[in-house]
T-cell receptor, first 113, second 116 residues
Framework: ETGVTQTPRHLVMGMTNKKSLKCEQH?????MYWYKQSAKKPLELMFV???????ENNSVPSRFSPECPNSSHLFLHLHTLQPEDSALYLC????????????FGPGTRLLVL | AQKITQTQPGMFVQEKEAVTLDCTYD???????LFWYKQPSSGEMIFLIY??????QNATEGRYSLNFQKARKSANLVISASQLGDSAMYFC?????????????FGTGTRLKVLA
């Protein structure tokens, strides 16, 4: 089984819908991350959780709501999104040793109509 | 100011030749890590290679090597013997900050196209 999984892989939603993205890691990591990747923009860090506690919120609009019930699972709840929120949303996890890299999931391609 | 700079938006390389992708960084943290990732069109970010700020030797992983020049704050990726499957976006990233509050900062990426 791959280290970091994300569901769904593709999502189309209207601006009034409520949906959730799910991320699960099987690597025993204690840190999990949400990133947004839009065309022609650097990867944007959205949220960071360390040991289930949120340690970073990078000025993300409140229509994005993260949830981390345990160190293996991370959710991103979406509501009343805008078309400019259409992007690839990537989840990642990492350990706490300095040389450890982040491991990424396959991403969810989101289209907001 | 950009903390990670990749100045090559796109690169072409002939199959079986070597190619260098440039990356410069900016940090005042004495302890940091540098990473390179590959992102194929499928979207998944694949870890390639890591270099720690205190590492004395340049990192190597198979056909990938990292040309780390600390004084110049550069961490260029060298891909030897390019293959068609190497065509992808390549991102340089830096991790800084103390353990438990790590921040990862990514560059804008370089799109590499390997020609047959």
């Amino acid at each position: 089984e791959t280290g970091v999984t994300q569901t769904p892989r593709h999502l189309v939603m209207g601006m009034t819908n409520k949906k959730s993205l799910k991320c699960e890691q099987h690597l025993g990591h204690n840190a999990m991350y949400w990133y947004k990747q839009s065309a022609k923009k650097p990867l944007e860090l959205m949220f960071v959780y360390n040991f289930k506690e949120q340690t970073e919120n990078n000025s993300v609009p409140s229509r994005f709501s993260p949830e981390c019930p345990n160190s293996s699972h991370l959710f991103l709840h979406l509501h009343t999104l805008q078309p400019e929120d259409s992007a690839l949303y990537l989840c990642a996890s990492s350990g706490t040793r300095r040389q450890e890299t982040q491991y990424f999931g396959p991403g969810t391609r989101l289209l907001v109509l | 100011a950009q903390k990670i700079t990749q100045t090559q938006p796109g690169m072409f390389v002939q199959e079986k030749e070597a190619v260098t992708l440039d990356c410069t960084y900016d940090t005042s943290d004495p302890s940091y890590g540098l990473f390179w990732y590959k992102q194929p069109s499928s979207g998944e970010m694949i870890f390639l290679i890591y270099q720690g700020s205190y590492d004395q030797q340049n990192a190597t992983e198979g056909r990938y090597s990292l040309n780390f020049q600390k004084a110049r704050k550069s961490a260029n990726l060298v891909i030897s013997a390019s293959q068609l499957g190497d065509s992808a976006m390549y991102f340089c990233a830096m991790r800084e900050g103390p353990s438990g509050t790590y921040k990862y900062i990514f560059g804008t990426g370089t799109r590499l196209k390997v020609l047959a």
